[in-house]
């Protein structure tokens, strides 16, 4: 039996619809249809299902099945090494550690001398945005609480996210709200590296932002303006915030649009605050650069080892 990819039957039968000329309900299930098919096929290119990465260490950091971490060691390095934890993306709703960290990261920045993790949190609708938040938070403290064990300075840590993890690590990046929650504060982390986000605004995501990508931000942010604007980093980046930033974004318009918005406020909250413009389009150039930041080969790579570097003094 030919194997079929997991949109095959959605495609076809939103193909199904198309044909048919109808008004009315029909139309009505086609565009409904063809919404959903696009909202799954947006959420899936950033996941990479190759297999898991080897050496690393699980940890949970509370108590439903959803808050665990994996963390890999720094290689070759002598005392306490930094530390970059990671936060996948997938529409704050699907996605995990396992399929969505990337291939290269958790060997690449071991061999750079640092210890890497990557955490699992709750998931829209079981969760809220803020819970997420509070998660990314929770993981960092488990981790600084067995820095010994782990080899790790918690003087040095680094945030990094992807997609809809590049807006949770920018949120708790600009309110302090969140990690003080864990018993940590902004002295806490060293940087805060988004990657592709396009949810720094959320109020002007979902005003201008692509179609597509509307219900599952409305799912994620609700319809009251007051919280769209506290989830929002850009519009919480007043001081204090995190000390160092670096954005990266490929050509997308909407991300390119929110990412020089976020760098903006965090200057002028007093944030230093460095870019990264590179080639790639849509939603291919999206999942491109997580699936390949940490290959050697491939030009973010090289920006992000030389930023962190600068952040670690190393």
């Known amino acids: 039996m030919t194997k079929r990819s997991g949109f095959g039957y959605a495609a076809i039968a939103v193909l199904a619809v198309t ?13 409904t249809m063809r919404e959903r098919l696009r909202e ?25 099945a959803l808050q665990n971490l994996d963390i890999w060691r720094a290689k070759d390095v002598k005392g306490p090494a930094p530390l970059i934890v990671f936060v996948h993306g997938g529409g704050w709703k699907r996605g995990s550690k396992d399929n969505a960290t990337g291939q290269y990261k958790p060997g690449h920045y071991p061999g750079e001398g640092y210890a890497f993790a990557s955490i699992n949190y709750r998931l829209v609708p079981d ?19 067995r820095a010994g064990a782990l080899g790790i300075d918690r003087q040095r840590i680094v945030l990094m996210g992807h997609s809809a993890g590049a807006h949770l690590v920018a949120l708790v990046g600009t309110d302090e709200k969140y990690l003080r929650g864990a018993g940590l504060s902004f002295a806490d982390i060293a940087g805060v590296l988004p990657i592709d986000g396009a949810a720094y605004d959320v109020p002007a995501q979902m005003k201008d932002g692509p179609q597509v990508m509307q219900a599952t931000y409305k799912q994620a942010f609700g319809i009251d303006p007051a919280r769209q604007k506290l989830l929002s980093p850009t519009l919480q980046a007043g001081a204090p915030n995190a000390p160092q930033f670096l954005l990266l974004h490929v050509q997308r318009p909407d991300g390119v649009r929110q990412a020089e918005a976020l760098g903006k406020a965090l200057k002028a909250g007093g944030s230093t605050v460095e870019f990264g413009s590179f080639p790639g389009e849509g939603l291919q150039g999206h999942a491109e ?7 050697p080969a491939y030009a973010p790579t090289a920006t992000v080892d030389a930023w962190l570097k600068r952040v670690f003094g190393r």
């Open 19 to 31: 044909s048919v000329g109808a008004t009315a309900p029909f139309a009505d299930a086609r565009e």
């Open 40 to 64: 799954r096929l947006a959420e899936r290119m950033g996941a990479d299902d190759g297999p898991k990465a080897p050496g690393g260490e699980t940890i949970s950091y509370g108590g439903n």
């Open 127 to 145: 969760a809220t945005v803020e819970q997420q938040a509070a998660d990314v938070a929770a993981a960092v403290k488990a981790i600084i609480d």
């Open 289 to 295: 650069i997580n699936r390949r930041l940490g290959d």
